[in-house]
């Protein structure tokens, strides 16, 4: 049931090597990378990049969840508790691309879900 | 020997200064959550041990950040490792939602825009945060869009006391800085009374802990208003209660320095010989009844001191003649302004006063505002000043 279960989550993302070994045995997990604003690593008490395990498609709203679920202090920062809206002066990018305005559930492209390449959380230039 | 501990809120984090009971020699330890906006720090006349913080950021919003060791190390309530009865962890210390439940929150969603149309009600900050007079763990949080809510887990979890919205709120309209519950007096003579003021909506009393407000306005008249004795509508800046007569309180309205001796009942102008009674400020002297403290400010235009000299203006009769407290600030081009969470007052016998400026410098005065001496500087704008007095 599992199985079928972590299948039916299957993106072209998660079609890769060991992962797919790891199908066998239970939901697919992947080693997602995420760069941090320095505000955010201050309150979550990180330095540099973190890891997050996120299981099934690797969507934004799946790397959020994690992170959130690792690091609560994270929770609200970037998307509103209730809404789950982003904030307006928060902004996502991957794979060079700003995927702030996709659809929180679309799955991240490959290189983000291997975690060959970090998704960027960033907090938008503002200011003068 | 006593101690004095001056929490800071500026623009870009916050700072502890601390003085033995001589306040001559002051150390400054800082900044904390550096590059945040820290509203308002404040400890629980309980536990002095125990401070809440307000952290926010126009990127990231709303942290709540609490201290159990007098403000050596910090946590988000529910951040670290506490876990829900679920066992997942919680991190909702900064999540403020407004009650609608038909039960207490009654549908209340909209209030007065500035084009005087209807605008949904949206959490931007808490502006000032009021712990218990009894219970370290509990304490109330001031907010904008303005609202009241409260914790009594230390901070974990916060939920509105939506009796105050209920109060005329879809009459409420935010001023030019918002529209911010930014003051919060708990009685100490009457429990369950609780003061709320909010700009630009008036002063609200509530006698049943903050189930039920009514606005408490009679005597305020704002000639900017339709109606200038409107009950919904006056800009009040800043409200204090008199610590020796607890039904006295004073206010400094947008203009006007106000004064009320039974609860709020009825208010009074006490603006007096002030060169201008406009400001943000207004605080009591500790133990002496009828000493109050405001820094006039030149207009809602201008928001800095008459001639560019830096006055605090004291008065030993409740207002009405008031005398300029001058030695040890400057005189003369000074333009910075003080905001209304920015002064207060410490409990040692020689009540010590303290402000600080949109400059970066914290006064401090330890014989009452005879005389002032900067503590600090150079920090960055000063947003909040409280004073814990520590045995």
Redesign the interface.
């Known amino acids: 049931m599992l199985r079928l279960a972590a299948v039916g989550r299957l993106t072209p993302c998660t079609l890769n090597g060991l992962r797919l070994t790891r199908l066998l045995w239970g939901p697919v997990m992947s080693d997602v990378r995420v760069a941090l604003?320095?505000?955010?690593r201050?309150?979550a008490r990180i330095e540099g990049e973190l890891r997050v395990a996120v299981e099934g498609t690797v969507t934004l709203a799946a790397v959020l969840d994690a992170l959130?679920?690792?690091?609560?202090?994270?929770?609200?920062?970037?998307r509103d508790?209730?809404t789950r809206k982003r904030?307006p002066?928060?902004r996502f990018f991957a794979c060079e691309q700003d995927i702030s305005d996709e659809s929180p559930e679309a799955p991240l492209p490959p290189a983000i879900a291997t975690g060959a390449k970090p998704l960027y959380v960033i907090?938008?230039i503002?200011g003068g | 020997m006593s101690m004095v501990r001056v929490l800071v809120g500026t623009k870009k984090g916050g700072f502890i200064l601390t003085s033995d009971a001589t306040r001559k020699k002051w150390k400054v330890d800082g900044p904390l959550f550096?590059?945040?906006e820290i509203y308002h720090m404040k400890g629980s006349p309980v536990d002095p041990n125990r401070i809440y913080a307000s952290q926010s950021?126009?990127?990231?919003?709303?942290?709540m950040q609490r201290s159990s060791d007098g403000g050596k190390t910090w946590e988000?309530p529910?951040?670290?490792m506490q876990k829900s009865p679920h066992g997942?962890?919680?991190?909702?210390s900064?999540?403020f939602?407004y009650d609608s439940s038909p039960e207490t929150g009654r549908p209340i969603t909209t209030h007065l825009w500035y084009d005087n149309s209807q605008h949904p009600w949206e959490f931007k900050r808490v502006w000032h945060l009021e712990p218990s007079l009894t219970d370290p763990d509990m304490c109330y949080a001031g907010v904008e869009d303005a609202a009241l809510f409260e914790t009594t887990n230390g901070g974990v979890t916060w939920k509105e006391l939506a009796g105050l919205r209920g109060a005329k709120g879809e009459q409420w309209q935010p001023g030019a800085g918002g529209m911010g519950l930014h003051t919060i007096v708990l009685d100490p003579k009457h429990p369950g009374r609780i003061y709320a003021a909010i700009s630009a909506a008036g002063v609200f009393r509530s006698d049943d802990h903050g189930k039920t407000f009514r606005p408490v306005t009679r005597g305020l008249r704002s000639d900017f208003m339709p109606d200038p004795t409107a009950e919904i509508g006056h800009c009040v800046h800043r409200i204090a209660l008199d610590p020796v007569k607890p039904d006295t309180l004073y206010m400094q309205k947008h203009w006007d320095v106000m004064r009320t001796d039974d609860g709020a009942e009825q208010w009074r102008e006490v603006s007096g010989d002030l060169p201008t009674d406009f400001g943000f400020p207004i605080d009591v002297h500790a133990h002496q009844a009828e000493t109050v403290y405001v820094v006039p400010i030149t207009s809602d235009s201008l928001h800095y001191p008459p001639e560019g000299k830096l006055r605090v203006y004291r008065s030993k009769t409740g207002g009405g003649e008031w005398e300029a407290l001058t030695r040890g600030l400057p005189q003369q081009d000074c333009y910075v302004n003080v905001l209304r969470d920015a002064m207060a007052v410490d409990k040692l016998d020689k009540c010590g006063v303290y402000f600080g400026t949109t400059g970066g410098q914290v006064y401090g005065s330890a014989d009452s505002g005879d005389s002032w001496e900067p503590i600090v500087r150079d920090l960055p704008a000063v947003l909040s000043v409280e004073v814990q007095t520590l045995p």
């Open positions: 604003p320095f505000h955010l201050t309150l959130e679920k690792n690091h609560p202090a994270l929770t609200g920062t970037m508790h209730v904030r002066m928060v907090g938008a503002a | 550096a590059g945040w950021s126009g990127w990231f919003g709303q942290i988000t529910g951040g670290g997942f962890p919680m991190g909702e900064n999540k939602v």
